[in-house]
């Protein structure tokens, strides 16, 4: 337990016994109420040991937490800590009590030598560079017009059957499995996970209907949604929310496409994270019936510099020495030397006297860690330092991923 002078409050793991105040007060926070159902997945899945709470005297009054995943990055799968959890009532609020616990929960990865990288969905984007959290994804938004046709060409794929969730659940997972090893992003999923994943309860309804899902007879994709009749003037205007679209192939995605705009009684077809770089905008007719918009999706902060970039492969083979700049790890302050023998080969990293090439803080290497915010464009923007011409062009190819990251939930 320790006392945080700026907050005047306990920061500590609560026990077994607190995790349900601590998610309550972290619910509140959100302007939300625990419900029981909810309660129960999601204290199933954090530990007490991965969560952190603010206590005032005997109260809690905020708290955050962390779940153990492995996340995919360019070369594979590696284990990140999934930040979550992260509340503080509107009573303790502007007293320094969110700045004590990010702090504490670097702190203890790197001091327990948990995982080296941490990744979270940011309620609100601005609050997070400030410990430094890049931006190292984003997520398309979609609000399609239902019925509209692709190009003459475009790839019909199999059809598909509807199949109950949780009946579905064991060929959901295989599917998603096949595709998370592809994608960065992604991230694994225990049974617990799954239980979240296919909630049906009327909190995650949201006043639509219950959770479908359609499996292609192929078994290379699956699309989980949700549907909400509307009617306007006697005309049926239905609209479909997109739960969760998982292709392995661009025949199934276009097959899945296809399915959810060819619905009866439909007028909007929803899907509010889809990768930036999908194909659907290649497959349609008229790609402004889309209506597209992007926003931030995965936060990426680096833990500890060297097993992080230690764990992906790297695009192209080089040598550059990265000086990071990093108040909130003092331990990840330096030069570091990142020599990568081959195409998508993994990199020797370590610390060096060498003279830098670039120089960038903590929030750019984590925003570059995934392969799909480009270093030369925060160079461009003001926030990698070139000290060897040409540096930043070839460090931007070193960490450019093939694919966009993309991660199909929200945790």
Same mark, same amino acid.
């Given at each position: 337990?320790?006392?945080?002078?700026?907050?005047?409050?306990?920061?500590?793991?609560?026990?077994?016994?607190?995790?349900?105040?601590?998610?309550?007060?972290?619910?509140?926070?959100?302007?939300?109420?625990?419900?029981?159902?909810?309660?129960?997945?999601?204290?199933?899945?954090?530990?007490?040991?991965?969560?952190?709470?603010?206590?005032?005297?005997?109260?809690?009054?905020?708290?955050?937490?962390?779940?153990?995943?492995?996340?995919?990055?360019?070369?594979?799968?590696?284990?990140?800590?999934?930040?979550?959890?992260?509340?503080?009532?509107?009573?303790?609020?502007?007293?320094?009590?969110?700045?004590?616990?990010?702090?504490?929960?670097?702190?203890?990865?790197?001091?327990?030598?948990?995982?080296?990288?941490?990744?979270?969905?940011?309620?609100?984007?601005?609050?997070?560079?400030?410990?430094?959290?890049?931006?190292?994804?984003?997520?398309?938004?979609?609000?399609?017009?239902?019925?509209?046709?692709?190009?003459?060409?475009?790839?019909?794929?199999?059809?598909?059957?509807?199949?109950?969730?949780?009946?579905?659940?064991?060929?959901?997972?295989?599917?998603?499995?096949?595709?998370?090893?592809?994608?960065?992003?992604?991230?694994?999923?225990?049974?617990?996970?799954?239980?979240?994943?296919?909630?049906?309860?009327?909190?995650?309804?949201?006043?639509?209907?219950?959770?479908?899902?359609?499996?292609?007879?192929?078994?290379?994709?699956?699309?989980?949604?949700?549907?909400?009749?509307?009617?306007?003037?006697?005309?049926?205007?239905?609209?479909?929310?997109?739960?969760?679209?998982?292709?392995?192939?661009?025949?199934?995605?276009?097959?899945?496409?296809?399915?959810?705009?060819?619905?009866?009684?439909?007028?909007?077809?929803?899907?509010?994270?889809?990768?930036?770089?999908?194909?659907?905008?290649?497959?349609?007719?008229?790609?402004?019936?889309?209506?597209?918009?992007?926003?931030?999706?995965?936060?990426?902060?680096?833990?500890?510099?060297?097993?992080?970039?230690?764990?992906?492969?790297?695009?192209?083979?080089?040598?550059?020495?990265?000086?990071?700049?990093?108040?909130?790890?003092?331990?990840?302050?330096?030069?570091? %030397?990142?020599?990568?023998?081959?195409?998508?080969? *993994? !990199?020797? =990293?370590? +610390?060096? $006297? #060498?003279?830098?090439?670039?120089? /960038?803080?903590?929030?750019?290497?984590?925003?570059?860690?995934?392969?799909?915010?480009?270093?030369?464009?925060?160079? %461009?923007?003001?926030?990698?330092?070139?000290?060897? *011409? !040409?540096? =930043?062009? +070839?460090? $931007? #190819?070193?960490?450019?991923?093939? /694919?966009?990251?993309?991660?199909?939930?929200?945790?």
């Amino acid at each position: 337990m320790s006392k945080d002078p700026a907050a005047g409050i306990d920061l500590r793991s609560p026990t077994a016994d607190e995790m349900f105040s601590v998610l309550a007060v972290i619910e509140r926070a959100f302007g939300e109420d625990v419900q029981p159902a909810y309660a129960e997945r999601e204290l199933a899945l954090m530990p007490p040991g991965r969560a952190l709470a603010a206590f005032d005297g005997t109260d809690a009054v905020a708290g955050g937490g962390m779940y153990e995943f492995e996340m995919t990055v360019p070369g594979g799968p590696t284990p990140v800590a999934g930040v979550t959890w992260v509340g503080v009532l509107p009573t303790h609020r502007r007293r320094g009590i969110l700045s004590a616990m990010m702090r504490r929960q670097l702190s203890d990865l790197h001091e327990q030598q948990r995982e080296p990288v941490a990744a979270l969905w940011a309620s609100e984007p601005e609050i997070y560079r400030r410990f430094g959290y890049g931006n190292a994804s984003k997520r398309l938004n979609l609000k399609v017009q239902s019925g509209l046709p692709f190009v003459p060409g475009a790839p019909a794929g199999s059809p598909g059957r509807m199949i109950g969730v949780e009946q579905a659940r064991e060929t959901l997972a295989q599917i998603y499995d096949r595709a998370r090893l592809a994608r960065p992003g992604f991230v694994s999923r225990s049974t617990a996970r799954w239980d979240s994943i296919l909630d049906d309860s009327e909190q995650s309804r949201r006043g639509a209907g219950s959770l479908t899902c359609v499996v292609l007879e192929s078994g290379d994709g699956y699309v989980l949604y949700r549907t909400k009749p509307e009617q306007h003037d006697g005309i049926a205007a239905g609209k479909v929310t997109v739960r969760e679209l998982i292709a392995v192939d661009g025949a199934a995605h276009a097959a899945l496409w296809r399915y959810l705009l060819d619905m009866d009684l439909i007028s909007t077809v929803e899907a509010w994270n889809v990768a930036m770089d999908d194909p659907l905008p290649h497959l349609v007719a008229n790609v402004r019936r889309l209506h597209p918009s992007y926003s931030d999706a995965l936060w990426v902060r680096i833990v500890d510099v060297v097993p992080a970039l230690a764990a992906r492969t790297y695009a192209s083979a080089d040598s550059v020495v990265i000086e990071v700049i990093d108040v909130e790890c003092p331990w990840n302050a330096g030069r570091f %030397a990142l020599d990568v023998a081959g195409l998508d080969s *993994p !990199g020797v =990293v370590a +610390r060096t $006297d #060498r003279s830098a090439d670039i120089t /960038l803080s903590a929030v750019e290497l984590g925003a570059a860690y995934l392969g799909g915010t480009r270093l030369r464009s925060l160079a %461009a923007a003001g926030f990698v330092d070139e000290h060897t *011409p !040409g540096a =930043v062009t +070839r460090a $931007d #190819r070193l960490f450019t991923g093939a /694919l966009e990251p993309w991660i199909p939930e929200v945790f």
